[in-house]
Structures are given as C-alpha cells and as structure tokens.
C-alpha cells in the first residue's frame, strides 16, 4: 500500500491524539490518526470518569474551543455531578461517571464522522526526517508514510512495562503491545528521554459486591452537563457507592511489600504523589485508620465496577485477601488486576508554547508523553498541538493561551516553563486567576477565539452571543431593582437575614452569602419574570458577576499589570552569560530554557525579581 502525504499524522489514538486529529482535520488539513488497536479508541484505561477539581473546568474549556471530549462525554455519562458546591464558584467543578465502552464507541462515530480525516491501524515506530524537520512516519507494517507535520501522543505505551507484584512485562495496557523504537530514535537525535510511573486498581465483579453495606453516592437532582452545544442532560443516573479500608486491610497490605515492585526498587519511575497506591497510602500516611474509597460503575449495563483509590501494584494474592476485609467486598471477585506500568517520556520543557519541539521542526508532543496524568489534561494538549500545527502549515499565528485565559493556558505553560518531575495533574490552586477562569464562563472566554480561527462553527458562537446578551439584560434588572423595607423584611427575616432600614437596590441585597438571586427575585415581579424564563446558567452567571464583582476585578487588573511582562519579547538566541548582573543560576536556566518573554522568565526557577530587574534594563524598550 502506498500512502500519499499527509498534512499531520498523529500518532495515537487516546483522548491526546482523537483532540489533535479532530481538531486539525476540522481546520481544512488531511489527517491521519495512525493507532495499535482502533477497537480502543479514548479508551479509559483507568478511571472511567471525565472532569473532577480543575480537570472539569478543563473540559468545558476543550468544547468551548470547539473540542469533542465535553460532547462525547455527555452521550456516554451515568452520572453527573458538579463538585465544591460548598465553596465559591471559581471552584465549582463538573464530573461525570462514564460508559467505558460507550465513550470509546462514540468517539470513534466522531473520528469516523469527520471529512479529510482518515484512520490506520499500525503503529509507528519511527520518523522519517527532511534536514532539521520532521517528514513522516515509518510503521512496523513497514510502510513510510509522509506527512508535513507530525503529533506524537503515545501516552503509557513508549517502552512501557507492566508490574503485578514479582512479575513484569513489556505492554502499553494489560493485553496490550508497548510501542517500541521511537524514544530511542528521539534519544538519539538529542531528546531527553525519562521514566515515568502510573497505575490502576482491580476491576470488581458488581454480582459479588453488597451495596447494602456501601454509602450510596447519587447524582444531583438536577444534571447539568459539560458541553455548551445542545446535548442532553441525564435524566436517568447509576450511583455511585463509598467504602473505606480499615486496620486490618492496611495489614494484610503491608505483607505484600517486601515484594512490591515499588519497594524493592524495581521500578524507577515517579509516580503520581496526588493519586497515589494504596500501598503508597498506607506507607506514607500511617497514622490513618482507614482510606475513603469510591465505587464506580464502568456501564450502563456492565457488571463491571472500578475501585477508586485502590490502585495497587502488590502481587495478585495480596490484593484479593486485602479486598476481602472491606466492609461490602468480602466476597469480592475480580475482572482484572491492579497494576502499575512505567513508561517513557519527554521532559516538556523541551517544547514550545505551541507544543511542537525545539529540536525537530514540525514535531508536537502532546498527552502523557508530556509527563502529564489524565484524560483531561492529555486532551487540551492533544487539540492545542493539532490546531498549531495546522496553523503554522497555514504560515498563520500560533494559538497560545495565557495564564489568565484559560486552565489549558496554565497547564501548558507549566509544562513547557517549570518541566516536571513526577506526573503533572491539574489542581485549581495551579491558576493565579480562578475566579477569572469558571467553568460556567469557558464559553465567554475561548469561543470566540476558537471561532476566530475556525475552530468553533458559527453555530456555537451564535450561543454564545444570544447567552451574553441573556445576562446583561438580566444584570441590567437587577441593577435597576428597588427593594424597601416594607416589601422584604418580613421575607428576610424568615430567612435569617438582617431586615432593611431603607430602600436598597436589589443587587446589594444579593451580596448576603445566604441569599441568592431565584430567591431575591420574588420582590422583584420584572426580575422574577426573567429569571423565570432564563436558562439556568445565565441566572447563575449573573449571580457570580455581582456577588464577586469587586474580586473578579481586581483579578482582571492584576492579570493586566501581568500582561505586559507577557508582552516583552526575548531574543530566542541571547547570550545570557553576557549579562553579568544576572545571578549565575538565572543565566544558566535562562540559557538552557530560552523563555519568549520576561513574563514566562519570571515563572522559571531560580531567577530571581533582581533577575527579572535586569532583563527589564536590557530588554524593555
């Protein structure tokens, strides 16, 4: 078989490599995805869940832009919930229990879907080079196939090695061949090349487990959803159940350590410190009694349940006799162990802001080969690295998102400015601008840009323009809403609420914590007709924009004053050693780091402010 050339191969299909090729084949270029197994396409291979604390706001994030990971998730979900509730709304954070078989199955319709977007089964195992850039691909089917810009998106399967307790084998997933060739290849023309570690628990038997002992963990009462597009929320749902350890468990764990693979040794690789083992757990916390663990549906009509927070590499025996002391899941069986499996990957910072490599031109790394853990996170990196790739192809702009734009602004330039040692996930604490970058505003924020470059159709960026008219008006109610004593104390005082002593404005009243604007809405008959009619969303919106008002704009300054720092350029050659003021650490960082701007300078460790003083003297014109 003879393949023409390619705009963009990507090479794999997890949620990194469906984002990329979906992405470019939707901005006009002639994709194709090349992968090991198309029966596993955004296979899940851990959790079976999308969104959680800042993950979720990542994926409402990716179908602003006009990504898929949101839409498909909301045709696969068994549950939906929206996390943190109790806190402020820069912390609401969607999440969804998911059909694993479903969302595989649907995202594969979506791929199938998309013109000038083709699919190969095979997988790679080298690149074809022209000079300084990258060419195409070479296949173990032996084929060369060209292409002008490549995606590289092999998540867990670079060199991977699968650990259950003394016994371990070359794989990507259980049953699963590891990809074998290319990190050499890239070793080999300069790349760094290190060893990351991740796992997953055992899959139970749901006939064995006996939800009359677990917690029942249900869904809202009223699902919303991830995608901004017109895909239906839940109206049936499968719960979820909680479980802990107990002493006894963490014993029977503990008789499995001299021969954990972990422990001895045996594995190199760093593994995530904020979703460690459950033999990483007990170790390292040992003053707890017990673990909250989390049992979770993988589908709608599979027997199939995933321990959440059990994830083990102990040997097989030990993780059953351990399984069996917790309360519900003594007569436990399973479908599939736990294991850990250690892979390769590329320190980023070794990419640029547009994901593509310094060292090989037309060359983007995106997902786990990043050293970054999740769905989520691998999919903004997967559709960023397919929409630069197709814009430089276009002699165009790069898409870059910065820190006070979106969590995909944070997350890539984390990466590519501080690299990683252990598996980056995404925390809301990670983002300086939280309340700037909601869930419930991603819309607002990135449609339009995504629109701009024709990303995002014409069809989402009428929602989003009939959406914000929605709130201004409302906001404009609001706002122009007179409330007098008369009319609301006795209504307040049936809430708890200090009565009025005078005529106030409606929205000083929904500054109250306790208040919130479907209730203040009753003294108003114009704001109660609106709210009425609106969809929920916009109520919530405005509800955040006046409670918060004086925080979002301070942010919204202090992001600006930042900007700046953003906006002053670096020579991408500069000899900083030149620069004897600079401290000797900041030049050798800035020497090997090579920052665009003094912005991006300013996050590298180990420059200073006194540093940052003297690139201002040098470079700020």
């Given amino acids: 078989m003879t393949f023409e050339q390619y705009d963009i191969v990507v090479v794999g299909a997890g949620h990194a490599g469906a984002e990329a090729a979906a992405a470019a084949a939707r901005l006009g270029a002639r994709v194709l995805l ?14 079976p869940a999308m969104g959680g604390v800042a993950k979720g706001q990542i994926v409402r994030e990716i179908d602003a832009l006009g990504g898929w990971s949101g839409i498909v998730t909301d045709r696969s979900a068994l549950q939906f919930r929206m996390l943190n509730l109790s806190k402020g709304p820069a912390m609401w954070s969607p999440r969804a229990q998911c059909d694993r078989m479903l969302f595989s199955q649907n995202w594969r319709q979506v791929l199938e879907s998309i013109p000038c977007l083709s699919l190969w089964q095979d997988e790679v195992v080298g690149l074809l080079l022209d000079g300084g850039a990258v060419a195409g691909v070479t296949t173990r089917m032996g084929h060369s196939i060209p292409a002008k810009a490549v995606v590289l ?20 997933r259980v049953g699963e061949a590891p990809a074998v060739g290319l990190s050499d290849q890239l070793r080999d023309l300069g790349f760094e090349v290190q060893r990351l570690k991740t796992g997953t628990p055992v899959r139970i038997d749901g006939r064995t487990i006996d939800f009359s002992q677990l917690v029942e963990q249900p869904g809202d009462d009223c699902p919303a959803k991830f995608s901004f597009s ?43 410190r904020y979703c460690p083992s459950i033999e990483d757990k007990i170790e390292r916390f040992s003053d707890k009694d017990h673990h909250q663990l989390f049992v979770e549906p993988e589908g709608w009509h599979s027997q199939s349940w995933y321990l959440n927070g059990f994830s083990s590499s102990l040997p097989l025996d030990v993780q059953l006799a351990a399984l069996h002391t917790i309360r519900g899941l003594e007569h436990a069986s399973i479908f599939k162990p736990g294991y850990a499996i ?3 990957y590329f320190p980023p910072t ?26 989520e996170e691998a999919a903004c990196q997967g559709l960023m690295a397919g929409v630069n790739a197709v814009l430089k192809l276009y002699g165009m702009k790069p898409f870059v998102l910065s820190r006070s734009q979106a969590y995909i602004g944070v997350l890539i330039d984390d990466l590519v400015t501080k690299g990683v040692d252990e598996p980056y996930r995404m925390f809301t604490s990670r983002a300086e601008y939280r309340i700037l970058l909601r869930q419930d505003n991603a819309d607002q924020r990135l449609t339009p840009l995504a629109h701009a470059i024709g990303l995002a159709d014409d069809e989402r960026m009428r929602r989003v323009e009939k959406k914000v008219c929605q709130i201004r008006e409302l906001e404009s109610l609001v706002e122009g809403a007179n409330v007098v004593p008369s009319d609301a104390n006795a209504w307040l005082e ?13 929205s000083s009243l929904l500054l109250r914590p306790e208040l919130s604007l479907r209730d203040l809405s009753v003294l108003s008959p114009e704001v109660a007709t609106a709210v009425a009619a609106l969809p929920a969303e916009v109520v919530q919106e405005v509800e955040t924009s006046i409670k918060y008002q004086r925080y979002i704009e301070k942010e919204q300054e202090v992001a600006n004053r930042i900007l700046k720092f953003e906006e002053i350029a670096l020579p991408p050659d500069f000899d900083y050693f030149s620069l004897e003021a600079l401290s000797y650490e900041a030049r050798e960082k800035l020497r090997r780091y090579h920052p665009v701007s003094i912005g991006q300078a300013s996050r590298i460790s180990g420059v200073s402010p006194a540093d940052i003083s003297v690139l201002l003297l040098t470079f700020a014109r």
């Avoid at 090349?34 to 959790?47: E, F, G, R």
């Avoid at 719960?239 to 001895?264: E, Q, V, W």
Wanted: some cysteine; hydrophobic content about 25%.
């Fill in 342 to 344: 250690e892979y390769d």
């Fill in 494 to 506: 049936e809430r708890s609420s200090a009565p009025l002593a005078q005529r106030v404005k409606l």
């Fill in 153 to 172: 998106t092999s998540g867990t399967f670079l060199n991977g090695r699968i650990y259950i307790g003394e016994d371990s084998w070359q794989g990507g």
């Fill in 230 to 272: 017109d895909t239906k929320p839940l109206t049936e749902q499968k719960s979820c159940y909680l479980a802990n350890t107990n002493l006894k468990t963490h014993d029977i764990l503990r008789t499995g350590f001299s021969r954990s693979p972990m422990f001895t040794g045996r594995i190199q690789g760093r593994g995530p």
């Fill in 350 to 375: 070794q990419l640029t802001y547009t994901l593509e490599t310094k060292s090989v031109e037309n060359l983007y790394f995106a997902g786990q080969v990043n050293g970054t853990t999740g769905y």
């Fill in 34 to 47: 090349v992968t090991q197994m198309l029966d596993t396409i955004c296979q899940m291979s851990c959790n």
